[in-house]
């Protein structure tokens, strides 16, 4: 549905994606992990036909966006990383006049909004006016206003940042709803957690370039052991406790709070730690999650 | 998702209608759609500002018209024949009232809408383009101008200031200077950055209105003058209008016709390509 061939955006000298490869299947939900600054928004404008590239190539359903703009954005939902609801409109109002951008009959619009309301749990704030409405109600109504011209390919850009762990939960069970129609997603996220449980693949971007790609499980596989253990010595010992252990494990990764060791049985190398004669002050043993990838990828955390 | 897409045209379906047609990748051919919502945004709106439009020529035709008309007695037309100095300044205030009421939809409204809200990029995410709303917002511009031309001239008419049958086509005339004056004034507006540089547009508009021909005739002015006032799309506004209330038609009417479909254009030219530099880089 989507392909892109050395995808490349500039802004005046500064390269915000540079020269990224992929493509996205009918039906499939796809990520696009990476920090801020990563260029993903960058990248979803671009899809979304609503920035024109630099260079490279680009169809969404066969079709260039710089030629095609309209007939593309008729095809697309876009959920933008910030809500932009119409301050003087209402609720309904926000949704009914979004589907008229699009050329939607009134009848068609009068029952597709009472489904939407729904689908957002906002049919009692039908007629709020949206300035009135807390953040994951705004989040929601752009989810719902993104879905009004039944789209193909719902894009979102970061749809949860910002959001309580209730509302987010609430938020990936209508994706997974939404997925199982047959809706393809793209999903921006910056959340490890988010992209493992909503991406069947996913790119991992930083600074504008494509450092890995896979489906979660298969990323963790290659680019990170079974197990994770997680040590602290508290922050001033955490350097040279990590130099004691590093010949322990597959792999070891000294950060300013923490020490993970990364290895097939964690139980197993935290037992040895405490043979060296080292006590941790705390200590976790965890799977290997996108985090770790990402880490090993560009020695950064994904959220700092 | 789809219990109700069976007998209706989808989003898709109406956006491939366009395929093929000229400018089709920034003109979806559905500017309505953005008067429509003007209209919605516009049923919260305070009534104070849209009596305003129509009160203000109203009030300048009372003190200016007939209080210091009163005064003055009558002025010649065009042709020499005498007329009140009340119906003299009727039309001018009917062309400036047009330019004033697309000035304020054109600019500050479009202002706003530009820097705060987001509004034309969510609109630009749709399958609408950047001529779409450009077109709309003008749209509407006009419809406001039309309905204070048409209330202006029932309060002119029972008064006796359009003598004329082709006082009729003022109204067609107030928005055609509307559409002109809207164009022009989006166009302008989307280079604008900040409100210093909006506040320019009011520097130069009040000048245009006293001094255009309105409340006397030109031949006061030395030449030079009077050439640097003939080139402003206001005296051309109130020449159109005025030949019109008072019936005094000319081939010279299409002259000024012209003027202001050079304006329209131009206007929407410049509105478009600052659109989708601004919104679809
Ligand atoms: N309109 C713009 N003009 C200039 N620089 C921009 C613009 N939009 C984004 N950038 C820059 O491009 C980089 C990528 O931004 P973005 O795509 O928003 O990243 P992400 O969504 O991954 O956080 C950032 O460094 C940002 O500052
Ligand atoms: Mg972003």
């Known amino acids: 549905m989507i392909v892109a061939k050395g995808l490349t955006k500039k802004y005046e000298d500064f390269v915000a994606v540079d020269g990224i490869t992929f493509s996205v299947k009918r039906g499939e939900s796809f990520g696009l992990l990476g920090p801020n600054g990563a260029g993903k928004s960058t990248t979803m404008r671009m899809i979304a036909s609503t920035s024109q590239r630099t260079s490279g190539d680009l169809t969404i359903l066969g079709k260039d966006p710089n030629k095609f703009g309209p007939e593309i954005r008729a095809h697309l939902g876009v959920v933008p990383q910030q809500d932009s609801h119409d301050r003087e409109l209402k609720t309904w109002e926000n949704l009914y006049i979004y589907g008229r951008?699009?050329?939607?009959?009134?009848?068609?619009?009068?029952?597709?909004?009472?489904?939407?309301l729904e689908f957002a749990q906002l049919t009692d704030k039908r007629d709020t006016k949206v300035s009135a409405l807390s953040g994951g109600m705004q989040r929601r109504l752009t989810i719902a206003r993104g879905m009004v011209n039944e789209p193909e390919i719902l894009m979102l850009d970061e749809?949860?940042?910002?959001?309580?762990?209730?509302?987010r939960h609430i938020l990936w069970d209508r994706l997974f709803r939404l997925k199982e129609e047959g809706v393809t997603l793209v999903i921006t996220t910056h959340y490890m957690d988010e992209a493992e449980q909503l991406c069947d693949r996913l790119i991992v971007m930083d600074k504008g370039k494509i450092m890995a790609e896979g489906a979660p499980a298969e990323l963790i596989k290659k680019y990170s052991s079974k197990e994770v253990l997680e040590v602290r010595f508290g922050s001033k010992n955490n350097a040279e406790a990590g130099q004691k252990i590093?010949?322990?494990?597959?792999?070891?990764?000294?950060?300013?709070?923490?020490?993970l060791v990364y290895s097939e049985d964690g139980e197993k190398i935290l037992k040895q730690?405490?043979?060296?004669?080292?006590?941790?002050?705390?200590?976790?043993?965890?799977?290997?999650?996108?985090?770790?990838?990402?880490?090993?990828?560009?020695?950064?955390?994904?959220?700092? | 998702m789809s219990l109700i897409n069976a007998t209706v045209d989808s989003a898709i379906a109406i956006?491939?209608?366009?395929?093929?047609?000229i400018g089709a990748e920034f003109y979806a051919g559905r500017g309505l759609v953005i008067i429509e919502r003007a209209f919605l945004a516009f049923k919260t709106s305070s009534w104070a500002v849209v009596?305003?439009?129509?009160?203000?020529?109203?009030?300048?035709?009372?003190?200016?018209?007939?209080?210091?008309?009163?005064?003055?007695?009558?002025?010649t037309d065009g042709s020499g024949h005498a007329v009140s100095y009340a119906a003299y300044i009727a039309p001018a205030l009917l062309a400036t009232s047009a330019m004033n009421g697309a000035i304020y939809d054109s600019t500050w409204n479009v202002f706003f809408k530009m820097h705060f809200g987001r509004l034309y990029q969510t609109i630009l995410a749709t399958s609408l383009g950047t001529l779409d709303v450009a077109l709309g917002e003008i749209g509407w511009?006009?419809?406001?101008?039309?309905?204070?031309?048409?209330?202006?001239?029932?309060?002119?008419?029972?008064?006796?200031?359009?003598?004329?049958?082709?006082?009729?086509?003022?109204?067609?005339?107030?928005?055609?200077?509307a559409f002109g004056f809207?164009?022009?004034?989006?166009?302008?507006?989307?280079?604008?950055?900040?409100?210093?540089?909006?506040?320019?547009?009011?520097?130069?508009?009040?000048?245009?209105?006293?001094?255009?021909?309105?409340?006397?005739?030109?031949?006061?002015?030395?030449?030079?003058?009077?050439?640097?006032?003939?080139?402003?799309?206001?005296?051309?506004?109130?020449?159109?209008?005025?030949?019109?209330?008072?019936?005094?038609?000319g081939w010279g009417l299409l002259g000024h016709v012209l003027y202001f479909v050079v304006m329209i254009a131009g206007g929407l030219f410049f509105t478009t390509k600052r659109l989708s530099a601004l919104f679809l880089r």
Not at chain 2, 51 to 65: D, N, Q, R, T
């Open chain 1, 101 to 116: 951008y699009f050329g939607l009959s009134r009848k068609f619009l009068k029952a597709k909004i009472v489904e939407l």
């Open chain 2, 51 to 75: 009596a305003s439009g129509f009160v203000e020529p109203v009030f300048y035709l009372l003190a200016f018209g007939f209080g210091l008309g009163s005064l003055i007695g009558g002025v």
């Open chain 2, 141 to 177: 511009a006009l419809l406001r101008g039309l309905t204070y031309a048409i209330g202006f001239m029932i309060v002119m008419t029972p008064l006796g200031l359009i003598p004329s049958w082709w006082g009729i086509l003022a109204i067609p005339g107030a928005v055609l200077i």
């Open chain 1, 246 to 259: 590093a010949h322990l494990g597959d792999r070891i990764e000294t950060l300013p709070d923490r020490i």
């Open chain 1, 159 to 167: 749809p949860t940042t910002g959001l309580d762990p209730q509302a």
């Open chain 2, 182 to 249: 809207a164009s022009v004034g989006m166009g302008i507006t989307s280079y604008l950055k900040n409100f210093q540089q909006m506040d320019m547009v009011n520097f130069f508009m009040l000048p245009m209105f006293l001094f255009s021909g309105t409340f006397y005739p030109l031949s006061i002015y030395p030449q030079w003058l009077q050439y640097v006032i003939e080139s402003l799309p206001l005296w051309h506004a109130i020449q159109m209008e005025r030949a019109l209330t008072l019936g005094v038609v």
């Open chain 1, 273 to 304: 730690i405490h043979k060296m004669g080292l006590e941790p002050q705390t200590s976790l043993v965890r799977r290997s999650s996108l985090e770790d990838v990402f880490l090993r990828l560009t020695g950064r955390t994904l959220v700092d």
């Open chain 2, 15 to 21: 956006a491939e209608r366009r395929r093929g047609k």
